[in-house]
């Protein structure tokens, strides 16, 4: 069973499903023979034409009372493949058992480690109260438009009637697992600063380059406040703290022509602690003071997600914690510092728990070389199998 675990892992990551313009069809395959080989029923759903969403489902003991939800990403981002060891999409494992493949951490691992759970659960005649939905999502890595958001607002999703939900987490580099109860906001936007042109010889006031200048001081200054608070405080994580970067930076013509007009780029990701509002009359603030006619254009302006309650109310919160806690695992809370498709169920009001069972293991998500150890892979089946026999049986 491990063998064959490991096989399905290989074969998964072995289909290039990298951004942009991925053809999911070689994974709806792989996923509909998986789900024939478990002698489950699969489900292929298009929100967007191209992006599947492949749902397998183990209907439980008392099929009304509400599911758990067992989500992954089908989408891996784009690799330098000249940087890699071995080839991305070749999922070769090296003397050390390690398994190198783009999405063998981000999330493919998560998704097969589902499927195993459910094959050995089956296989030892276990049954559970509650159906298991395995959802497969496409678009998850461009901010899940063409995926998970549209999905949750379909009529086959409040079929599934989810009461619960577990998607992505990361990798540990140490022993604690890191698990993810709530997610920072995501706010990217453009800076117009436009000013009076004219000769690069001259000394003009209000000019773009001034503006700029302003608003990368003041980004900037906030920045490092930011970065020293997450130095000078132990306790705190990155998804604790306001995370700003200046991304992009566009304008000019000509090196003796002042533009009319440089836009900047800016990522901000704000934590749960933080009132929207009070950020947002902030930077309109320094705009404003950077001078005349500056204005924001909002690319990404999600609201504020509530957090899963992790106290009593929440019972498959403390299903999960008591599950960790008896199979000996030591795990640390954090706000994730991404974005995951977990938003959208929260959002919804849907208890989620971001977690992969990767500890030990070097954090490479989106980097070179990502790999995961066979064992630790392995390992995570069990743990998954743990975690929904308690889940699943509420
Ligand atoms: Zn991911």
Redesign the pocket.
């Known amino acids: 069973m491990d063998q064959l675990a490991i096989e399905n892992f290989q074969e998964y990551l072995r289909i290039p499903t990298v951004h942009p313009d991925i053809n999911y069809e070689p994974c709806v395959k792989f996923l509909e023979k998986q789900a024939e080989s478990l002698g489950l029923p699969c489900v292929i759903h298009y929100c967007k034409p191209k992006n599947p969403i492949i749902i397998i489902t183990w209907i439980g003991n008392e099929p009304s009372s509400p599911s758990i939800l067992l989500n992954s990403?089908m989408d891996v981002v784009p690799v330098f493949a000249d940087k890699w060891k071995y080839k991305p999409f070749d999922a070769h494992i090296d003397e050390n058992g390690n398994i190198y493949a783009r999405g063998s951490q981000?999330?493919k691992c998560v998704g097969i480690q589902y499927l195993e759970a459910v094959r050995r659960l089956k296989f030892h005649n276990v049954t559970l109260k509650r159906t298991i939905h395995v959802s497969f999502v496409p678009d998850?890595?461009v901010g899940g438009v063409l995926g998970m958001d549209e999905f949750v607002r379909t009529d086959l999703f409040r079929k599934l009637n989810v009461g619960f939900a577990l998607d992505?987490g990361i990798a540990s580099p140490n022993d604690v697992f890191r698990v993810f109860y709530g997610e920072r906001t995501i706010w990217q936007f453009k800076l117009h600063c436009p000013g009076q042109t004219g000769h690069g010889a001259l000394l003009l006031d209000n000019t773009a380059g001034e503006k700029v200048r302003y608003l990368i001081d003041k980004f900037s200054d906030f920045r490092a406040e930011e970065k020293k608070k997450l130095e000078t405080n132990a306790s705190l994580t990155i998804g604790d703290v306001t995370t700003v970067n200046i991304t992009t930076l566009k304008g000019g013509v000509q090196t003796n022509v002042i533009p009319e007009e440089f836009i900047i780029g800016v990522d901000t990701r704000i934590p749960v602690t933080v009132n929207l509002n009070e950020w947002e009359s902030t930077i309109s603030n320094w705009c404003k003071e950077s001078g005349r006619d500056v204005w924001i254009e909002f690319v990404r302006k999600h609201p504020a997600t509530p957090v899963t309650k992790l106290d009593a109310t929440n019972i498959y919160w403390t299903s999960f914690q008591s599950t960790l806690k008896d199979l000996g695992l030591s795990m640390k809370l954090e706000i994730f510092p991404a974005g995951?498709d977990s938003r959208f169920l929260r959002e919804l009001g849907i208890p989620a728990i971001g977690f992969s069972p990767i500890n030990n293991t070097p954090i490479l998500?989106h980097d070179h070389n990502e790999f995961l150890n066979s064992n630790i892979f392995l390992r995570g089946i069990e743990i998954y199998c743990k975690l929904l026999t308690k889940i699943a049986n509420i």
């Open positions: 990403h981000d999330m998850e890595e992505e995951t998500l």
